[in-house]
């Protein structure tokens, strides 16, 4: 009588536990990564951090001190000069491609969207290099920006279409039945009820570009003083990063890891940033 | 006064001549508001309407009733195009508002829509707005910026839709916050406050509790003095309730429309008789 109903139970059981073992491991395996690179960074870096990090140029080598003000300022100058291309051409292809055009057409944009989104960074710094730095004979803050912003456009275009589709039918039906013109309401019902998910997508893909190096490299070039004309070459964090790290000096690598330090820092907090927006979102919804 | 900026000049002199009018002036009476001429209608190849000529009176209830699947969704939404928004719908015939054809070339849907407003089937208030603003944002977006002007909408609309006493001292609250009734209600508002002429209601109250359908369906009675209305319903008793007259369509075409007690009493097809004493649908 108990043979084979309670063997089969046992034998279930057991396979049961494996999965979720197996699934519990992978998840720490993707956890696990996160936690050892924050934490060694934080180990390595935070030695480093001073008020004279943030406050004061690199100084040359063997001098003690110095800081990566320029960088960290030449990577918001970066990033804002992005954003001003990035923002508005993705944010708007993304409406595009929920709201208008044809069926067939659409599926292909979003194909090459989809694309442009695995296409290695550093691509991106050789296309900018070949259209701008070559064409104006210098390394240029607004190379590395449209660098920075070609890579945001098919990230925000995406998010963008997929939250505006989202929105409930009843809303884009509401509006149009009072009479209000199909741009008006797209514009100020459909984009407005979307935007939450919007300012996610575009922080999410300011995260992402801010950490970027490969693109910067040809085209942003880095500056060890302040950039004064954005048509010349400017500092960025991860650039500076690359210079500190690959150099031979334990100093410039103490500096190195601060920098890291601070950028690791700057997507935590973006990425948190993102979480409080979508909360409030689902909090009022 | 304030009118919308509207490019048709004779919709704006209609609709000023309505709004002038006194009890005793002499007005000549529109008896018929809507007319649809062998309207037929397509999504892709199905046809889902038939060479259905229907005139619906002026200041009226006119329900239209049938089966599911029977085509008056789809009749109501070509009053004021909103079938539009569905690809590969696909309309033939016309639909005269006031003498004027909806569909000539000429005509901005966008114009339409604000002369037939629309209530949907489940109540829509947009959820980034307060419950002042989702009132005037039809206004608001038509172009009207005056202030004062706004509020007295806002709050004539409010009461016409019975919800200002509700709302009142809330009017910064969220449209979402509200019961399901006051939502629609607050839809209702929305629509009024655009001033329309007709007032299409796709199954107003199929979302709500018996109590809040009892609202809706008074205000309903008391809209009709100033505003033509065409409500299609699933529920026959709430036809009998509201109606003046009532539609009877099934399988996409028209099969009677006559006085509401008449179809209900005595109507003159056999389908509708069916239908109506419950034998099928």
Not at chain 2, 76 to 82: E, Q
Not at chain 2, 115 to 139: A, C, D, H, Y
Not at chain 2, 214 to 241: C, D, P, S
Request: include cysteine; proline fraction near 5%.
């Amino acid at each position: 009588m108990r043979t084979g109903r309670t063997d089969s139970h046992s034998w279930r059981k057991l396979k049961s536990t494996c999965i979720s073992g197996l699934t519990f491991c992978s998840a720490i395996l993707v956890i696990a990564p996160l936690a050892l690179v924050f934490f060694y960074v934080l180990k390595s870096g935070i030695g480093a951090i001073n008020l004279g990090f943030f406050t004061h140029l690199p100084k040359p080598v063997g001098e003690p001190g110095g800081g990566m003000v320029n960088a960290i300022v030449g990577s918001l100058e970066l990033l804002a000069l992005a954003s001003v291309v990035g923002i508005p051409v993705g944010v708007l292809g993304g409406v595009y491609l929920a709201e208008y055009g044809a069926a067939r057409v659409n599926s292909l944009l979003r194909f090459i969207a989809d694309v442009l989104n695995g296409v290695p960074s550093i691509t991106w710094g050789v296309v900018v290099y070949g259209l701008i730095v070559l064409r104006f004979k210098s390394f240029s803050a607004y190379a590395g920006g449209l660098a920075l912003a070609l890579i945001m456009i098919p990230l925000i275009l995406r998010t963008t279409e997929e939250v505006i589709l989202l929105v409930p039918v009843g809303y884009r039906e509401a509006a149009l039945a009072l009479g209000i013109a199909r741009w008006k309401t797209i514009l100020q019902i459909v984009v407005k009820t979307a935007s939450r998910g919007i300012i996610t997508g575009i922080l999410l893909a300011l995260a992402r570009v801010g950490g970027e190096t490969a693109p910067l490299l040809f085209t942003a070039f880095g500056n060890h003083f302040w950039n004064h004309d954005l048509s010349e070459p400017i500092a960025a964090l991860p650039l500076q990063i690359f210079t500190y790290a690959i150099s031979p000096y334990d100093d410039w690598h103490r500096q190195a890891w601060a920098g890291a330090l601070v950028l690791v820092t700057g997507v935590f907090c973006v990425n948190v940033l993102v979480r409080i927006v979508t909360r409030v979102r689902t909090a009022s919804a | 006064m304030i009118t919308l900026p509207m490019p048709q000049p004779e919709v704006i002199e209609s609709r000023d001549r309505e709004a002038a009018a006194t009890p005793d002036m002499e007005q000549e009476p529109l008896p018929l508001v809507i007319e649809s001429k062998n309207l037929s209608m397509w999504y892709g190849s199905k046809r889902a309407i038939e060479n259905v000529s229907l005139d619906i009176p002026a200041r009226a209830v006119t329900a239209i009733i049938g089966p599911s699947g029977c085509g008056k969704s789809t009749f109501l939404r070509a009053l004021n195009r909103m079938h539009e928004l569905v690809p590969h719908a696909r309309i033939e015939g016309s639909v005269l508002l006031d003498g004027e054809n909806l569909y000539a070339s000429d005509v901005d849907p966008a114009i339409v829509r604000r002369r037939v407003g629309m209530i949907f089937q489940k109540s829509n208030p947009f959820p980034t707005m307060s419950i002042g603003e989702n009132v005037i944002i039809g206004l608001r977006l038509n172009g009207v910026r005056d202030r004062k002007f706004l509020n007295e909408r806002l709050e004539k609309s409010l009461r016409m839709a019975a919800l200002w006493d509700e709302v009142k001292d809330d009017l910064h609250k969220s449209g979402t916050s509200l019961s399901g009734g006051q939502q629609q209600r607050l839809c209702i508002a929305r629509a009024l406050a655009v001033e329309p002429e007709v007032i299409l209601m796709d199954e107003p109250c199929s979302a709500l509790d018996p109590i809040a359908t009892a609202k809706i369906e008074e205000l309903i009675q008391g809209l009709k003095a100033q505003y033509t209305i065409v409500i299609v319903t699933h529920n026959m008793q709430q036809a009998g309730r509201v109606s003046d007259f009532t539609a009877f369509f099934y399988m996409g075409r028209l099969i009677e429309i006559g006085s509401t007690t008449k179809i209900f009493t005595n109507p003159s097809q056999k389908q509708t008789e069916d239908y109506i004493t419950g034998r099928f649908g």
